[in-house]
């Protein structure tokens, strides 16, 4: 079940601040930007690139970590993505209770996941 329109502004309001505070300075942007997406329970933090070789202007995303919000336990799954392309939990601190201790985890990166 997706977030309700409450949810989403909370989501939108808290993880739209921490990438507005972590973007890089506008003359750096074109080659390296940092960026979000709200999609269903579901919020993604990722880089975005040029695409190397790609087309001039054509850009990629690189997911960064992703949480899903669970109603019946109202918890947040934290997961990053693995070389594997598919998304795992995140074993040190699989559920958390607010999406600021999820970004605080992506901050910490105390085990080198989510940016390497």
Same mark, same amino acid.
């Given at each position: 079940?997706?977030? @309700?329109?409450?949810?989403i ?6 993880v739209g601040?921490? /990438?507005t505070?972590? #973007?890089?300075?506008p ?8 960026? *979000? #997406? &709200?999609?269903?329970? @579901?919020?993604?933090?990722?880089? /975005?690139?040029? /695409?190397?070789? $790609?087309?001039? $202007?054509?850009?990629?995303?690189q997911?960064? &970590? ?11 799954? /934290? *997961? ?9 939990? *995140?074993?040190?601190?699989?559920t958390? #209770?607010t999406?600021?201790? &999820?970004? @605080?985890? &992506?901050?910490?990166?105390?085990? $080198?996941?989510? #940016?390497?």
């Open positions: 079940m997706a977030l @309700s329109e409450l949810e502004a909370r989501v939108h309001k808290i601040a921490y /990438v505070a972590r #973007r890089p300075p003359h750096v942007r074109p080659e390296l930007d940092l960026a *979000y #997406r &709200v999609t269903g329970q @579901s919020f993604v933090l990722f880089e /975005v690139r040029p /695409v190397w070789r $790609g087309a001039p $202007g054509e850009m990629t995303e997911p960064i &970590v992703k949480a899903t919000y669970v109603k019946t336990v109202e918890a947040w799954r /934290v *997961y990053w993505m693995r070389a594997d392309l598919k998304w795992h939990g *995140y074993d040190p601190y699989p958390v #209770r999406i600021d201790e &999820v970004l @605080s985890i &992506v901050d910490a990166d105390e085990y $080198g996941c989510f #940016r390497g």
